[in-house]
Every structure is written in structure tokens, then in C-alpha cells.
């Protein structure tokens, strides 16, 4: 048998959560970055204050629009991320 030992530690679900989005996050950055994929895939990933204040919006409506299937995007755990050309064709093209 190995003397090596388990802990347990105990860490709120809330911190925990955060701590997966930031690595999702940054595996995401990293894959965006790999130009082994060539380039015309990769696009700026926003957040859900960045797509606010890309339209001069406010957090909660593009939450609530985001909701509503009004705008594409993606929301893992409490964040929500937004593709910047998705945002930028759609808003260039609605009257």
C-alpha cells in the first residue's frame, strides 16, 4: 500500500463555480490563441459588462435579452459570454 494520504477539503459551491469559469475561461483564451486552427475562426469573447457596454446598454437588459433568444450567446454558471461579431452582425443589421 502507498503512505500517500487524501484530504478532504471544503470549499463553498459559489467558489467553486468561479474557480471552473476561470479555468474554462482560460482555456478558452488559450484554443483561441493556438493558430494551428488557421485564424478565421477566432473572435473576441465578451462578457456580459463588455456586450453592455459595447451598445450602451445596461448588464440586466443584455441578460434579459439573452433570456428573451433575442441575442446569441452563452451563460455558464451566473456569466454569460457573448461572441463579439455575432453582437456586432446582429446589431448591424436590425432596424
Avoid: H
Wanted: aromatic share 8%.
Amino acid at each position: 500500500m502507498s503512505n500517500e494520504q487524501n484530504q478532504v477539503i471544503g470549499i463553498k459551491v459559489e467558489t467553486l463555480e468561479i474557480l471552473i469559469q476561470q479555468i474554462v475561461r482560460k482555456e478558452m483564451e488559450r484554443l483561441l490563441e493556438n493558430n494551428r486552427f488557421g485564424s478565421e475562426w477566432k473572435d473576441e469573447i465578451l462578457t456580459r459588462k463588455q456586450a453592455a457596454d459595447l451598445f450602451g446598454k445596461t448588464p440586466d437588459k443584455i441578460s434579459d435579452m439573452y433570456e428573451k433568444k433575442e441575442i446569441p450567446g452563452l451563460k455558464t454558471g451566473r456569466e454569460y459570454l457573448f461572441r463579439k461579431s455575432q453582437l456586432v452582425n446582429l446589431f448591424k443589421y436590425k432596424k
